[in-house]
């Protein structure tokens, strides 16, 4: 006989802190120590997600012309937004008569 028992009004499940970052997500290396000061074009892609280190999460990344992954914690790293074609190129309308 299998006996169940209602969840308790107030009672909480363990939840897992959230990842900034995810798979194929483009980030770049904060300086710092250990991390001297990045280029603005070394963007790196995140690869893998691995277990926290501390309290920081780790990410597996990669930089497309190097033929190695890095491991990075997420405190050490930020994302990048890359524009697609046509992006922000609109020409700026004025509130103005014409």
Known sequence: MTTSFPAR???SRFSEPMRR???G???RLLSGYGNPAQKLDD???ITGLMPALGASFQYRLRQDSEA???V???DSLDL???EEPGEGTSPARSGGRT
């Open 80 to 82: 990048v937004r890359i």
């Open 9 to 11: 009004a107030g009672a």
């Open 21 to 23: 970052f995810s798979i």
């Open 25 to 27: 997500q483009s980030v």
């Open 43 to 45: 963007v790196y892609r």
């Open 72 to 74: 990075a914690t997420e």
């Open 68 to 70: 190695f992954e890095r």
